[in-house]
């Protein structure tokens, strides 16, 4: 049994340009909900999936949009880059919505 | 949105000591969960507690949901459970991480 992994670890962009994170979740997970975590601060909810269909969104703009696929890998992209959007990004699986959640190492994104 | 409170902010305890971390929350929760992030950042769930009690080795936690708030109490402290603990709260398929409770043990 595969954990949860994303790629890349580490990734540096500029102010403007446009990013794709990408996450496979563990297996038999059908759910996947990703977190930016910035330095110091507890993990903020970005957006969850659930069988390739949105079903649960925090308090982000437009501009971070994903996708999940019907093998449950699922992918966040964020457009327009800011300097703020510089974070840790977690992606997390679980069985179903509600359920136990399991982390992966996160991609740490620096925007210069 | 839901307040996730956590307490102490900072820990520092002697390896072999006792301690108890608090989680309030402010409104009423389908589930809660606890978290530890070690210092490479990963995050790995402790437990998944939305009501009762629950003991894992020298970890437990007790969630009272009536109440709002959840206690995970770590016995026998030793320096491997340095580290940033989370609880977590979801409600409406939206998740609410509370502020973290920095925990150091010292040889």
């Known amino acids: 049994e595969t954990g949860v992994t994303q790629s890349p670890t580490h990734l540096i962009k500029t102010r403007g340009q446009q990013v794709t994170l990408r996450c496979s979740s563990q297996s038999g997970h059908n759910t996947v909900s990703w977190y930016q975590q910035a330095l110091g601060q507890g993990p903020q909810f970005i957006f969850q999936?659930?069988?390739?269909?949105?079903?649960g969104r925090g308090n982000f703009p437009p501009r971070f949009s994903g996708l999940q696929f019907p093998n449950y890998s699922s992918e966040l992209n964020v457009n327009a880059l800011e300097l703020d959007d510089s974070a840790l990004y977690l992606c997390?699986?679980?069985?179903?919505?509600?359920?136990?959640?399991?982390f992966g190492s996160g991609t740490q994104l620096s925007v210069l | 949105g839901i307040q996730v409170e956590q307490s102490p902010p900072d820990l520092i305890l002697q390896e072999g000591a006792n301690s108890t971390l608090r989680c309030n929350f402010s409104?009423?929760?389908?589930?809660l969960q606890w978290f530890h992030q070690n210092p490479w950042g990963q995050l790995i769930n402790l437990f998944y507690?939305?009501?009762g009690t629950k003991q894992n080795g020298r970890l437990s936690a007790t969630t009272v949901a009536t109440e709002r708030y959840s206690l995970l109490y770590i016995s026998s402290s030793q320096t491997t459970d340095s580290g940033v603990y989370f609880c977590?709260?979801?409600?409406?398929?939206?998740?609410?991480f509370g502020t973290g409770t920095s925990l150091t043990v010292i040889p």
């Open positions: 977590a709260v979801d409600k409406g398929n939206q998740f609410y």
């Open positions: 997390a699986s679980s069985l179903d919505p509600g359920e136990k959640l399991f």
């Open positions: 409104d009423s929760v389908n589930n």
């Open positions: 999936y659930y069988r390739e269909e949105e079903n």
């Open positions: 507690i939305p009501s």
